[in-house]
């Protein structure tokens, strides 16, 4: 089943329409803004086109747990495109504000995390308690099976890590395991993490699949596909749903987020999904629009 | 839809026909022969009347990939019951057995291991070379990315490893992704590994998974309830499959074992499943017999 029946291509005779029919553009930004480490052309002048010219509000979404907001605004500027750190949401930001948003008590629970300094930092920057260092155990059965946990712990956060252990997986499993009502927060399910030379390190989502395997808890997502992120971001900019867009370059996480979480979606083919994979009867999931470049959104010359 | 539609109860009438049926017993341990220290009353017995008085075949299985047979026959003898080493099959064993029966080419090819002692001491059994530490990286993504792999490797086997880091992890998926042909085995799929004081931690099957989630590859499983541990062990003792009986307490591995090899079962209620799961619209699975206990088998009194 299609969960949009079919996308229309932006061209000359529907882009006003369109553009007038969005205030606010949220960007995903490898694969649409840039390309590894090379901007696609036109991209900083149809951000400023949006911006300026519009009057447009613009916001940048990032799955990458890994970063902090001021992290994440630096590389995007580093490409020379114009960005303020409230217009930045990454998954770990996302995580921090959802506990805000339920109430999480901060004074008297605390957060265990798998995860680097960005989502540390995230936490910490919204007054949360985290531990991330356990004490490094003798190795073994022994010693892991005799791992003793902190029963003040209320939420597990599992991103992405390159210094987990089993140890620390082991700490994860407990407190879900073991402390009644401890929740089980993942903040992004991608499988694998894209490095250099198109390779591929175990991503966040495999993390989160081993704990979810060891514990047969289900987390909480927050990172496309699926909504939190979009809810804590719609809900923070109190933002009109319907005249809203996301901008993505993969059916699977963007435009299943946006279509997800209720807003429209322009799939645009600089990235990883292709023409060929919409508007057909194997279509999974169809963009409301598509064009091939973000640069498509400035005004045409003829 | 049930596998075995119905399952019929030891008892008097039919026993001594059952046991003349069976030229081997393959036992499940615990749950069937002891349960956690404490061994089942009349196991002992059980097993010297099978094996001495009637001159049945006896074997032992455990899906516990750390320990050696050597290692498991210890534990098997410390209950005072009468073994030898070759009647013990662990998926560590089996996983090396099985290399053997492909014709792994352990000359020119090595083995990358995520395991502990018994899985490797299993394989330099059997002569294959294998890699179990690499070098200690400095953490981060930077040199994590950086991670070098053996391009001779050409089986990467997972079971449970308690010094599990970041580091083995990537090494895994690099292999599984970047060297063409390498195989993905794992030991067993068991999703927690059972501790003191009724605790869990993550089994060997929640790491399997991260390395399943990243790679998007299916591993080679061997121990229960996939049936590559019994055919390695019907192939090495020659066994007939109708005259071969598993016993054991669980439907979801054991039971789900034994059907999937095509040999019969027995459902002891020792262990983990119990009788009202058994012979009902509900049930997914049905041993092809069921009784209370092992010591059920001996002859009765009457």
Same mark, same amino acid.
């Given at each position: 089943?299609?969960?949009?029946?079919?996308?229309?291509?932006?061209?000359?005779?529907?882009?006003?329409?369109?553009?007038?029919?969005?205030?606010?553009?949220?960007?995903?930004?490898?694969?649409v803004?840039?390309?590894?480490?090379?901007?696609?052309?036109?991209?900083?002048?149809?951000?400023?086109?949006?911006?300026?010219?519009?009057?447009?509000?613009?916001?940048?979404?990032?799955?990458?747990?890994?970063?902090?907001?001021?992290?994440?605004?630096?590389?995007?500027?580093?490409?020379?495109?114009?960005?303020?750190?409230?217009?930045?949401?990454?998954?770990?930001?996302?995580?921090?504000?959802?506990?805000?948003?339920?109430?999480?008590?901060?004074? &008297?629970?605390? +957060?265990?995390? #798998?995860?680097?300094?960005?989502? /540390?930092?995230? !936490?910490? @920057?919204?007054?949360? *308690?985290?531990?991330?260092?356990?004490?490094?155990?003798?190795?073994?059965?022994?010693?892991?099976?005799?791992?003793?946990?902190?029963?003040?712990?209320?939420?597990?956060?599992?991103?992405?890590?390159?210094?987990?252990?089993?140890?620390?997986?082991?700490?994860?499993?407990?407190?879900?395991?073991?402390?009644?009502?401890?929740?089980?927060?993942?903040?992004?399910?991608?499988?694998?993490?894209?490095?250099?030379?198109?390779?591929?390190?175990?991503?966040?989502?495999?993390?989160?699949?081993?704990?979810?395997? &060891?514990?047969? +808890?289900?987390? #909480?997502?927050?990172?496309?596909? /699926?909504?939190? !992120?979009? @809810?804590?971001?719609? *809900?923070?900019?109190?933002?009109?749903?319907?005249?809203?867009?996301?901008?993505?370059d993969?059916?699977?996480?963007?435009?299943?987020?946006?279509?997800?979480?209720?807003?429209?979606?322009?799939l645009v083919l600089t990235?990883?999904?292709?023409?060929?994979?919409?508007?057909?009867?194997?279509?999974?999931?169809?963009?409301?629009?598509?064009t091939?470049t973000i640069?498509?959104?400035?005004?045409?010359?003829?």
């Amino acid at each position: 089943m299609n969960l949009i029946s079919y996308s229309s291509e932006i061209n000359n005779d529907n882009k006003k329409s369109f553009i007038d029919s969005i205030d606010t553009f949220i960007f995903d930004c490898d694969g649409v803004l840039w390309i590894a480490d090379t901007i696609v052309p036109g991209a900083i002048e149809t951000l400023n086109y949006l911006r300026h010219t519009l009057g447009k509000k613009i916001l940048f979404v990032t799955n990458n747990s890994t970063k902090t907001r001021q992290q994440f605004q630096d590389k995007i500027k580093s490409f020379g495109i114009e960005c303020f750190i409230d217009e930045v949401y990454g998954s770990s930001y996302g995580a921090a504000i959802y506990l805000n948003q339920i109430n999480f008590p901060k004074d &008297s629970k605390k +957060v265990f995390i #798998i995860g680097e300094y960005g989502l /540390e930092k995230e !936490l910490n @920057d919204q007054n949360f *308690k985290t531990i991330k260092e356990i004490n490094k155990l003798k190795d073994g059965l022994d010693s892991v099976q005799n791992t003793v946990i902190d029963k003040d712990i209320g939420a597990v956060i599992v991103g992405m890590d390159t210094q987990l252990t089993f140890q620390k997986a082991t700490y994860a499993h407990m407190c879900i395991k073991e402390i009644e009502g401890c929740l089980f927060i993942a903040t992004n399910p991608d499988s694998s993490y894209p490095v250099k030379d198109g390779k591929t390190l175990p991503g966040a989502g495999s993390i989160v699949s081993m704990i979810q395997t &060891s514990t047969q +808890v289900k987390p #909480i997502t927050i990172g496309k596909p /699926e909504t939190l !992120l979009l @809810d804590v971001i719609l *809900k923070k900019d109190n933002l009109d749903p319907k005249r809203t867009l996301f901008v993505g370059d993969r059916l699977d996480t963007d435009i299943a987020f946006a279509f997800n979480g209720g807003i429209k979606s322009l799939l645009v083919l600089t990235g990883i999904s292709q023409l060929s994979e919409i508007n057909n009867i194997d279509s999974k999931i169809n963009p409301n629009f598509y064009t091939n470049t973000i640069a498509d959104l400035l005004p045409s010359n003829n």
